[in-house]
């Protein structure tokens, strides 16, 4: 048995008992490697299936696009999250429904197959007791995740097709108003949640699935809050305070969201505007594509982006900025109600922070402005974790 295999099955009975092992060393890699690190938002998925990747392997930024691979993850900096369902909004209509419907079943199955591929490294999770266990054995967690619930159409019972699926997270909504609910850069059609938005909640509640309030309109995570029975999340959302954009939460409503028991997952995102002027707009719709690109057409669109990361970045802010952000967010919300979903894959990744291997630089911020290992421990994973017992614990067998 390794050393991290013998803490993480003494962290595995109870997160917060991690805190009773001895804080002998606080190396931030050691602490951030014997920690249960989660990400709330893994993009990957959109790499699953491209010719000539490996998804085993430990890529890096010279060579590759992608943020996260079981290579980065299984050194110790990323012990899992939520893999994601990611379907682009489209028309209102039985047509739009129905493709998107199929786009999503197949995302989820793309997940599952790749994951299959590899069992001795990374395994499905449905449950907070699935990732302790997985942990405990040396393996790394995938949960599914949807964002964007536009391919449900108005068909609510497709949400037990996903929850059967593995899925246990999922957003109403994602750049574009749709039949649910407002999107935070959309149209106030439905100033929030449409009628079919509040049964969506019902439903997810009923099946023990926890809501993610990223994207939706400030008005959308008003009624989430008040509607739903179990805490909600934000897989991954920034704090409005450091920057004025409306995909970010304000401090009032992070207040709010902590008050109700849920949780913010720190993004890198729009702590800037967006730079996508020019050749950026163009290598983010085909990177979108990248599972269909030949591997030449790809090594082209990884040497175009590398070289826009270095005269153009995405984003216009450092690790410093970052840290101040996370730690305004952490004052605010409290160390009970912060979590991680930085958006790896789809578009996050700042100055000093472009991919997980990395993450430990947070952590050891985080001991250096004087959070202790247990309170680092509850961001990086356990209150994840509590609010999916919570959600599942408040799931009712149907009929009821
Ligand atoms: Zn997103």
Redesign the pocket.
């Known amino acids: 048995m390794t050393k991290r295999t013998l803490i993480a099955a003494l962290c595995a009975t109870a997160l917060t008992g991690c805190a009773s092992v001895p804080a002998d060393n606080l190396d931030p890699v050691a602490v951030h490697r014997d920690l249960l690190v989660l990400d709330t938002?893994l993009?990957t998925p959109l790499n699953f299936g491209r010719e000539g990747w490996d998804f085993s392997q430990a890529h890096t930024e010279a060579n590759d696009i992608a943020q996260v691979d079981l290579g980065r993850m299984a050194k110790g900096y990323l012990d899992g999250g939520f893999f994601v369902i990611?379907t682009e909004q489209g028309p209102l209509t039985a047509k739009g429904y129905g493709d998107a419907l199929a786009f999503a079943r197949t995302r989820s199955d793309t997940i599952d197959r790749e994951l299959a591929k590899f069992p001795d490294l990374i395994r499905p999770a449905t449950t907070a007791a699935d990732a302790e266990r997985l942990t405990a054995e040396g393996k790394l967690i995938a949960f599914k995740s949807i964002?964007n619930s536009y391919p449900l159409g108005n068909d609510l019972g497709l949400l037990k097709e996903f929850y059967d699926r593995g899925v246990r997270m999922a957003g109403p909504v994602?750049?574009s108003t749709n039949q649910l609910a407002d999107s935070s850069t959309g149209e106030a059609k439905w100033n929030g949640l449409s009628p079919l938005g509040r049964q969506w909640v019902e439903e997810m509640n009923r099946l023990g699935m926890v809501i993610d309030a990223?994207?939706a309109s400030d008005a959308v995570f008003d009624q989430l809050l008040e509607l739903s029975r179990t805490p909600i999340i934000l897989s991954?959302t920034s704090p409005r305070w450091a920057y004025d954009h409306p995909r970010n939460l304000d401090d009032a409503r992070i207040r709010k969201l902590a008050a109700q028991g849920g949780a913010i997952c720190m993004s890198t995102?729009f702590m800037s505007e967006i730079n996508l002027d020019g050749e950026r707009g163009e290598l983010f719709d085909q990177y979108e594509d990248i599972a269909s690109m030949s591997a030449a057409e790809q090594r082209e669109l990884i040497r175009k982006w590398r070289a826009l990361d270095k005269t153009q970045p995405l984003w216009d802010i450092d690790l410093d900025r970052y840290m101040e952000a996370l730690l305004h967010m952490i004052d605010v919300a409290g160390v009970d109600h912060v979590c991680f979903g930085a958006?790896w894959d789809?578009?996050g990744g700042i100055e000093g922070l472009m991919e997980i291997s990395s993450l430990p630089v947070v952590t050891g911020r985080l001991l250096e402005a004087g959070y202790s290992r247990a309170d680092v421990g509850k961001m990086t994973g356990g209150n994840v974790l509590r609010i999916m017992r919570a959600a599942q614990a408040g799931a009712k067998p149907s009929g009821s």
């Open positions: 938002h993009d990611y964002e994602h750049s990223s994207h991954h995102i958006d789809g578009g």
